[in-house]
């Protein structure tokens, strides 16, 4: 089997390392387009940011010699990127993944990867792939198959968005998190929004390997202080000291984050299905105007009276604008 890889980083890095391990024949996409070579390819994995999911189109367009008899793979974070790998090459070549092994680099840029974990899959066509499935799980990399491919996708955003953006946006590590009363009530509401978001889409939330997403989403359901201690408890013993995702990306001082395909897409499908956003939207709102202006993070490290103040300014021009409809 042939697999080309768009995108080098840990992810990336870490399939492709899985699959060579079992005699696969993995090669990884150069960065410029113009270096991209014709590849006969039965696998693509496209392991970039979302971001940069446009530029892995362009790319795969340019390298996989026959598309219609090439599978699809994105173990991306966030909703959207099956969608674009659909438009570009139909829903039955496309397989939408959710990678929950922690994956991460040392300081030499080794990969350290959990013994924990799995990889889920779900086809967006009518294809099964069952050949893809066995591949993988060759490798010893524990491996599920769902049917429906936007709950997973959702089900996995659950996960990603707890203690993520309001941890960029603050400046702090998910233990300090805990500490801060205001933005636990913020994120509960966050929670209780990605919830009533998938039940107006109707998406069941999928639990997912390690994690139990439909106990997460659950947690929103309760009273606020025995929703917020059950949180606490979990972010502690979780994440604690590691810096999340958006968190990295602002330090690095990346001008784009995933946050619009992660809060922002919750704020976009709550636009559309008519259920109000209103803490997604600013913690997309004020991330994004962060990464794009640096120095506006000043005016929210560790200060979490400002975002609680973002949301509630948010809640009454909603409010206003329900009411002048």
């Known amino acids: 089997m042939n697999v080309y890889i768009v995108g080098k980083g840990a992810v990336g890095n870490y399939l492709g390392d899985l699959l060579q391990g079992i005699g696969v024949d993995v090669v990884y996409a150069p960065r410029p387009l113009a270096d991209v070579k014709p590849y006969d390819a039965d696998v693509a994995i496209v392991a970039v940011k979302a971001y940069d999911t446009p530029g ?14 090439c599978v699809f793979l994105s173990p991306q974070n966030g909703v959207g990127n099956e969608e674009e790998l659909i438009s570009a090459f139909g829903a039955d070549n496309v397989v939408a993944a959710s990678l929950t092994v922690p994956i991460g680099r040392d300081r030499d840029g080794r990969t350290n990867v959990a013994k924990e974990g799995a990889i889920t899959f779900a086809p967006t066509g009518s294809t099964a792939f069952n050949w893809l499935v066995a591949t993988f799980a060759s490798t010893g990399l524990p491996v599920k198959v769902v049917e429906d491919w936007r709950a997973m996708k959702w089900s996995k955003l659950a996960l990603n968005v707890v203690a993520n953006a309001s941890c960029a946006i603050l400046n702090v590590l998910p233990n300090r998190l805990v500490d801060f009363d205001r933005i636990f009530a913020l994120e509960i509401r ?6 009533a978001v998938m039940q107006a889409m109707g998406l069941t939330p999928i639990d997912l390997p390690r994690y139990p997403v439909r106990a997460l989403l659950g947690v929103a359901t309760l009273p606020s202080p025995i929703a917020r201690g059950v ?5 502690a013993g979780g994440r604690a000291t590691k810096p999340p995702s958006l968190l990295l990306d602002l330090r690095r001082g ?51 009276e400002a975002l609680e103040a973002e949301v509630e300014a948010e809640v009454r021009r909603t409010r206003a604008l329900a009411r002048g409809m």
């Open 254 to 304: 990346k001008p784009e984050t995933e946050v619009n395909v992660l809060n922002g897409a919750v704020a976009a499908a709550g636009h559309e299905h008519r259920v109000a956003t209103p803490v997604n939207a600013v913690y997309a709102r004020v991330l994004d105007a962060i990464a794009h202006m640096p120095q506006l993070w000043a005016k929210y490290r560790e200060r979490p």
């Open 231 to 235: 949180l606490a408890t979990r972010i």
């Open 190 to 195: 966050m929670l209780r929004e990605v919830r």
């Open 56 to 69: 892995a189109v362009e790319t795969l367009r340019a390298a996989i010699a026959y598309p219609q008899k």
